[in-house]
């Protein structure tokens, strides 16, 4: 069963897609479709959600979403480049959307140091200002799964049952989500 506060995070993510007619698509990595799987148990989100790529792997990410091999080699696929080009890629690929939004990371074990819950974040979207098919970047951050657990006081909402790899899954779920929802205004 999902968490109470992530299945409340993705109904709002449903109410501002609704209330600013978006369609939003995703590109999963470390999140391996969570966030796809609290979209779509909300009854109605069909005329808003478009998808979800799950793309783990980075032959995965080059083919399905045309990141660079470049990108991943230089920066890794636990970058603020990959997300962008994750997002970007996403949008690319699916006519229909408005709105889409990428996360990898590295939620561990055995991560290097300085990836270990780490994780990044890309918003894009169509622009409406030029031309329809011309997409933006919105944001494309990088956040910290354990902060955000200790901030979002996640750590106390979630069951003792699961697994510190869960609740980093957990947390930057509810980040994508929360960032989704504000910035699906367009």
Partial sequence: ?????????????????????????????????????????????????????????????????????????????????????????????????TLSASITGHLGPDAPAYQDGVICIGLARIGREVARSESELIQAESYQCDELLTRLDLGAKTDLHWTRRQQRQFAAAHQLLNLISATAEP
């Fill in 1 to 97: 069963m999902l968490p109470e506060y992530l299945m409340q995070v993705a109904r709002q993510v449903k109410s501002a897609l609704v209330q600013h007619d978006q369609r939003l698509v995703l590109a999963e990595s470390c999140t391996g479709g969570l966030v796809a799987t609290l979209m779509t148990s909300i009854p109605g989100i069909s005329e808003h959600f478009c998808g979800s790529a799950v793309v783990y792997r980075w032959d995965t990410k080059m083919k399905w979403l045309g990141v660079q091999q470049e990108t991943l080699d230089k920066y890794t696929d636990v970058s603020i480049e990959t997300a962008r080009e994750m997002a970007m890629g996403v949008l690319k690929q699916t006519p229909e959307a």
